[in-house]
């Protein structure tokens, strides 16, 4: 059995998510230098070329990417997946969670745990957004630092990753405000949405908020959600 039926037997078979265990906590000590961060979003192009190795199965009768969705940024055609004209470098959107964990796990890494993504957002330094203290939306260098809701920042929906350089984490990672929500594995493997998106005020940048896509009041949607993965380094 080749690579990719193994793991798309192991993918339906698992249901893609490690079960929750009851009272269990992810209370491990995050530490600097033991993983390695994405630096940038998954982008649409990763995304299809991952869709076109594993197929787009179903997941507790969700489709890894809801490629049906009109705001999908990946189409299909003749059974071949890819990227909307000039979205290739676009955030993949429209990812469920156990999208997001299957793509990771197949490109040889995993999904952050919510305490890592945050820890890598706030840097050694214990900063408010992943580019430092502040955020002042009167300040024309401030609409440079993310891509947020509206358009002043220069795009109204998904931005290219990497498009915001003021925006960096001190470790170089770009993006982890704004542009879409990342999946982040919470307590017990929870779906977490982590950092904001393009549809999202400064607010949701902070590295501290944190939204369930299951709470009534969620601010999540499929067209503003993607992912990055994490690498563990021992
Ligand atoms: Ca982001």
Redesign the pocket.
Known sequence: MSFTQTFIALLLIQGALPQPVPGQKQVAPVLQGTVRLDPY?VTNRQMAHFLNEIGNIPIRGMRLVEVGSAQSLIVVRDGVFASRPSFADH?AVEVTFAGARAYCEWAGKRLPTEREWERICKSDQGLKYPWGRDFNPQDPAHLLLANLKGNADGYDRTAPVGSFPAGRTTEGIW????????WTAGPNDQPIL????WANSHLYARCAIRDDPNDSHTFFKGSST?F?CITDLQ
């Not at 993006?175 to 990342?182: H, I, K, M, P, S």
């Not at 982590?194 to 998106?197: A, C, F, N, P, V």
């Open positions: 979003e955030p993006d982890l405000g704004g542009n879409v929500w990342e982590r950092g904001g998106s993607g990055r």
